[in-house]
Every structure is written in structure tokens, then in C-alpha cells.
């Protein structure tokens, strides 16, 4: 695999998503401390980190659930950190939640409809032609339903209806979670597809250090609530501490 080319519009810019100084409690738990990340248009930016880290929060908190009790979150020049999160939803941000979260009883053509009613069924036809040219398997399988499909079905099934929504911003929760190498392969191939042809600006957490880094403009690294390390996703992946922390025990 290659590394996409630097998005023309990163650098200079505004970036698109600004999180400043974020600190997001559990009770009385600091789960974030202090984060800043900028996603610029056009970009893929990779955040990764152990398990605990805080990354799901973070994603979570950009959503609005939970809340930064403290620090800033600015998408597209508005200040989105108090805004309800079904009007978040309606600045085109969509979230493919870790853990795959599609509706198990609904087929695939109900759960690619879910996404769509965020969009108003606008482009229904034209999206659901893109969806399945990215992953056929999912055409294949129309009238099967989620709860049925394969994880890495169910993980396409996630990002496709995340797709149907028309996001300009689209963040991924370890789409890589628990699935088999080449299913992998053929996802991040379909987010670097997406950002290549569309320009689609993409936040991908994962813990999955080697495939996430090689496939993003920048990265960052969270350790227990705090940024630790921000660059070039290449040149993150050739840093000694990130090799050591992230990418022994082979590169799956
Ligand atoms: N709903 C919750 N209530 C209390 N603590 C939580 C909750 N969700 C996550 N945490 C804690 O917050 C920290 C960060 O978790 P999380 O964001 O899920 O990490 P990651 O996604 O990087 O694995 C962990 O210590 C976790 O136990
Ligand atoms: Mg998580």
C-alpha cells in the first residue's frame, strides 16, 4: 500500500475540526486531559492508542456524549462543544461507532436507509450505487440482515451507512476491530478510496498502529488522556518509541 498524496488544502488553512484543550470526565475520572487534535479538509488524520487511551471518548465527546467539561470543539468555524448532539449529526459529521453499532434485525438495505434519513433520501439511489461499488459484498447481501453478516460485512455495513448520511466529515471507531488481515486490507483501502476520489475528510481512531498510520496524512498518539506525539503518519510509524509501543508483536 501507498500513502495518499497531502491533501492540497492542509497547512495554512483553518482546519475543519479544531479540538482545543478537551477534558472529559467519567464522574470524577479524567478520561481526557487536555486535547488538542486539528483535522484539516481533505485530510485522513489517525489517532491511535492503547487500549484506554481515550480514544472512544474523545471520538464520543466530539459528538456531544459525553460533554468537555473544559476546552473547546470547533467544526467548520462553530463552536459545536455544547450543541445537542442530533445537531451535530446535522453539520455532517458521521460517526461509525467502535464495535460496529448496526441494527441486527434491519437488513442491510433498512440499515443503509437509517443512514440516508439524515440526508432527507435526497441522493438515496446514487449514494446506495457508491456504497455498493465500494463494497459489493454488501449488495450481495441486501436482504440479509445485520445481526446475520460476518464482522467485517457488518463493519462495511457501518461505514456504508455512515456514508449514506453524506458526511464531510467522516470518523471511524477500529474498523479494523477483530477482523481477519485481508477484510482489514479491503477496508482501509475503501476509507483511502474515499478520501482519494471524494476528498472526504476522514478522523480514524484505531489501535491498529501499523495499516492506520501508513494510510493517514497525520497522526497523533493519546496515552492515558493526552496527546504524546503528533506528525506525519509515515514519519510517526518510523519513530522508535511508536514502534516499540505500537507495532511489536507483528503488523496486523
Ligand atoms: N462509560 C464510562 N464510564 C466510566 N469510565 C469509562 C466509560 N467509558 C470509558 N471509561 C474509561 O475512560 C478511559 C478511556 O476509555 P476509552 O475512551 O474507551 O478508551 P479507548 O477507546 O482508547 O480504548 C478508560 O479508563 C475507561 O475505562
Ligand atoms: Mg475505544
Known amino acids: 500500500m501507498t500513502a495518499a498524496p497531502p491533501p492540497v488544502t492542509a497547512g495554512g488553512t483553518k482546519p475543519m475540526l479544531a479540538v482545543r484543550g ?9 478520561a481526557l486531559k487536555g486535547v488538542d487534535v486539528d483535522v484539516h479538509r481533505g485530510e485522513i488524520v489517525t489517532l491511535i492508542g492503547s487500549n484506554g487511551a481515550g480514544k472512544s471518548t474523545l471520538m464520543m465527546t466530539i459528538f456531544g456524549q459525553p460533554r468537555a ?9 462553530r463552536d459545536i462543544t ?7 449529526a446535522q453539520l455532517k459529521i458521521a460517526q461509525s461507532p467502535e464495535g460496529r453499532r448496526i441494527f441486527p434485525r434491519m437488513t442491510v438495505f433498512e ?11 435526497g441522493h438515496f439511489d446514487e449514494d446506495l450505487l457508491k456504497v455498493f461499488d465500494l463494497f459489493p459484498r454488501l449488495k450481495e447481501r441486501i436482504n440479509q440482515r445485520g445481526g446475520t453478516l460476518s464482522g467485517g460485512e457488518q463493519q462495511m455495513l457501518a461505514i456504508g451507512r455512515a456514508l449514506m448520511s453524506r458526511p464531510r466529515l467522516l470518523m ?7 477482523l481477519a488481515p485481508l477484510i482489514v486490507k479491503q477496508i482501509f483501502d475503501a476509507i483511502r478510496e474515499l478520501n482519494r476520489a471524494e476528498g472526504l475528510t476522514v478522523f480514524l481512531v484505531e489501535q491498529n498502529a501499523f495499516h492506520a498510520l501508513k494510510l493517514a496524512h497525520r ?8 496527546v504524546t506525539m503528533t506528525g506525519a ?8 518509541e511508536v514502534r516499540a509501543a505500537y507495532l511489536e508483536g507483528g503488523k496486523h
Do not use: C, W
Not at 471511524?172 to 477483530?178: F, R
Not at 503518519?233 to 522508535?240: A, D, F, N, Q, S
Open 111 to 121: 440499515n443503509l436507509q437509517m443512514g440516508a434519513s439524515v440526508d432527507g433520501f
Open 69 to 77: 467539561r473544559e476546552g473547546q470543539i470547533v467544526y467548520d468555524g
Open 219 to 226: 497522526g497523533y498518539v493519546l496515552v492515558n488522556g493526552l
Open 22 to 30: 478537551v477534558k472529559t470526565f467519567y464522574g470524577n475520572i479524567m
Open 233 to 240: 503518519g509515515r514519519e510517526l510509524l518510523e519513530r522508535p
Open 172 to 178: 471511524l471507531d477500529e474498523p479494523s476491530l477483530g
Open 82 to 88: 455544547k450543541m445537542p448532539t442530533h445537531e451535530i
